[in-house]
């Protein structure tokens, strides 16, 4: 007979970050599991490897920034996290949840806000067809200043 996947009795969840780990084909180790923990508990759904790294350090983990940087490679490579190269500098990861957005970047905090317009998909859409290109996919990633008093060149001076 087979046997399922997960074992009766004192399993975790699905969903949890163990059971994502072995759908996703990656062994559970520590630093994985940490990891990921730290993408599922976030409010922040954009992070860079310094940001993880950074949680993990409060929390007193003594997981370095290399093992934190090659478990990112990993997750992405597994699919669980998808990797956004912003012209801002720094790679984010965020968990890979299949559902399309596009994303603003403060040049200033590097914070990423993402959005969903059906009217610029459906442009988009059009514009391709009018090239005659066959479009697969597509990144849109608009750059500015977000909504912090900080980034707005707050603070000393102003303006006249
Ligand atoms: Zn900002
Ligand atoms: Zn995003």
């Given at each position: 007979m087979t046997a399922p996947r997960r074992r009766s009795g004192d399993g975790p969840p699905t969903g949890s970050p163990v059971e994502e780990l072995k759908t996703s084909g990656l062994k559970a180790t520590l630093p994985r599991l940490k990891v990921l923990e730290v993408f599922q508990r976030t409010d922040r759904r954009h992070l860079a490897a310094e940001d993880v790294y950074k949680v993990l350090l409060a929390e007193g983990s003594d997981i370095g920034l290399?093992?934190?940087?090659?478990?990112?490679?990993?997750?992405t490579q597994a699919g669980l996290l998808t990797r956004q190269h912003f012209e801002s500098g720094r790679a984010v990861f965020?968990?890979?949840?299949?559902?399309?957005?596009?994303?603003?970047?403060?040049?200033?905090?590097?914070?990423?806000?993402?959005?969903?317009?059906?009217?610029?998909?459906?442009?988009?859409?059009?514009?391709?067809?009018?090239?005659?290109?066959?479009?697969?996919?597509?990144?849109?990633?608009?750059?500015g200043l977000c909504s912090d008093p900080a980034c707005r060149g707050g603070g000393a001076g102003g303006t006249a």
């Amino acid at each position: 007979m087979t046997a399922p996947r997960r074992r009766s009795g004192d399993g975790p969840p699905t969903g949890s970050p163990v059971e994502e780990l072995k759908t996703s084909g990656l062994k559970a180790t520590l630093p994985r599991l940490k990891v990921l923990e730290v993408f599922q508990r976030t409010d922040r759904r954009h992070l860079a490897a310094e940001d993880v790294y950074k949680v993990l350090l409060a929390e007193g983990s003594d997981i370095g920034l290399a093992t934190v940087y090659r478990v990112l490679m990993q997750f992405t490579q597994a699919g669980l996290l998808t990797r956004q190269h912003f012209e801002s500098g720094r790679a984010v990861f965020e968990l890979n949840e299949g559902r399309h957005h596009d994303h603003m970047v403060c040049l200033h905090c590097g914070r990423v806000q993402e959005f969903f317009d059906a009217a610029i998909e459906q442009r988009q859409r059009e514009l391709a067809e009018q090239h005659g290109f066959e479009l697969h996919d597509h990144a849109l990633a608009m750059y500015g200043l977000c909504s912090d008093p900080a980034c707005r060149g707050g603070g000393a001076g102003g303006t006249a």
